[in-house]
C-alpha cells in the first residue's frame, strides 16, 4: 500500500542556514505532495504543494524538489530563521483517482532553529 | 478572524463519557474534513464532509464516533464512551471547492481521558 515516511525525526539548524527536510513515498501512482507547516499547539499550515509532471516548486524561501526514480521529495528552506521553528510534514491523497481530499500524513520531522 | 474555529480547545473527560466538538470552517469552503493526531504523529484522515453529506469514513472511526454538518456550515463530532485510547488532539480543515488538498486547519481539540 502506499505510505509516505520521513528520514529524520528532528533536525537542527543554525539561524541563517538552509535546512533539508527529505520525505520518502512508496507508492509509484503518486501524483501529487504536499508539505505542511505544524507549529507548537497550532493546527497545521499548508506550504507548498507540487505535482509529479514537475521536478521542482519554489516559493517564498522554501522549495520543494521531487525525484521520481528513488520517490523522494524534500523541502528546503532557505536563510532558516527562529520562527520556522515547527513540525514539517509532507502529505500526499492515497490514490492518483482519489478527488475527496482525504490526505495521508508522514511522521513528521521537527526543526530547530538555534539564534 | 475568518480562520478555521475548534471549540473548546481542550477537553478532560473521564472514561466511558461522551464528548463532543465543534468546528466552524471559512466560510467559502464547502469541504470539511476531521483528523487526529497523536503525540509525534502526523494527522490521520477520520472523514470529510461535501457540503452536508459525509462521503468518507476512515476505519479509524469505529462506532463510538459520529459526525455531522447539518447545515454544510459548522460540523460537530461526537465520541460516545470515551476510551482512553481516544486520548488526541482533533483536528478541522476545511479546503475551497475547486482546491480540496489545499486544507486549512483549526487549531484542534485537545481530548484526555481519564
Known amino acids: 500500500g502506499e505510505s509516505v515516511g520521513l528520514h529524520l525525526p528532528t533536525l537542527s539548524v543554525q539561524e541563517g542556514d538552509n535546512s533539508i527536510i527529505n520525505c520518502a513515498y512508496s507508492n509509484s501512482a503518486s501524483d501529487y505532495f504536499i508539505w505542511y507547516k505544524q507549529e507548537s499547539g497550532k493546527g497545521p499550515q499548508f506550504i507548498i504543494d507540487i505535482r509529479s509532471n514537475m521536478d521542482k516548486r519554489q516559493g517564498q524561501r522554501v522549495t520543494v524538489l521531487l525525484n521520481k526514480t528513488v520517490k523522494h521529495l524534500s523541502l528546503q528552506i532557505a536563510a532558516t530563521q527562529p520562527g520556522d521553528s515547527a513540525v514539517y510534514f509532507c502529505a500526499e491523497p492515497p490514490g492518483a483517482d482519489n478527488q475527496g481530499g482525504k490526505l495521508i500524513f508522514g511522521q513528521g520531522t521537527e526543526l530547530s532553529v538555534k539564534p | 478572524d475568518t480562520g478555521v474555529s475548534q471549540d473548546p480547545r481542550h477537553k478532560i473527560t473521564k472514561r466511558g463519557q461522551n464528548v463532543t466538538f465543534r468546528c466552524d470552517p471559512i466560510?467559502?469552503?464547502?469541504?470539511l474534513y476531521w483528523y487526529r493526531q497523536t503525540l509525534g504523529q502526523g494527522p490521520e484522515f477520520l472523514t470529510y464532509?461535501?457540503?452536508?453529506?459525509?462521503?468518507?469514513k476512515s476505519r479509524l472511526l469505529s462506532d463510538r464516533f459520529s459526525a455531522e454538518r447539518p447545515k454544510g456550515s459548522f460540523s460537530t463530532l461526537e465520541i460516545q464512551r470515551t476510551e482512553q485510547g481516544d486520548s488526541a488532539m482533533y483536528l478541522c480543515?476545511?479546503?475551497?471547492?475547486?482546491?480540496?488538498?489545499?486544507?486549512?486547519f483549526g487549531p484542534g481539540t485537545r481530548l484526555t481521558v481519564t
Open positions: 464532509f461535501q457540503n452536508e453529506a459525509q462521503l468518507e
Open positions: 480543515a476545511s479546503s475551497p471547492r475547486m482546491m480540496a488538498y489545499e486544507q486549512y
Open positions: 466560510s467559502e469552503h464547502n469541504r
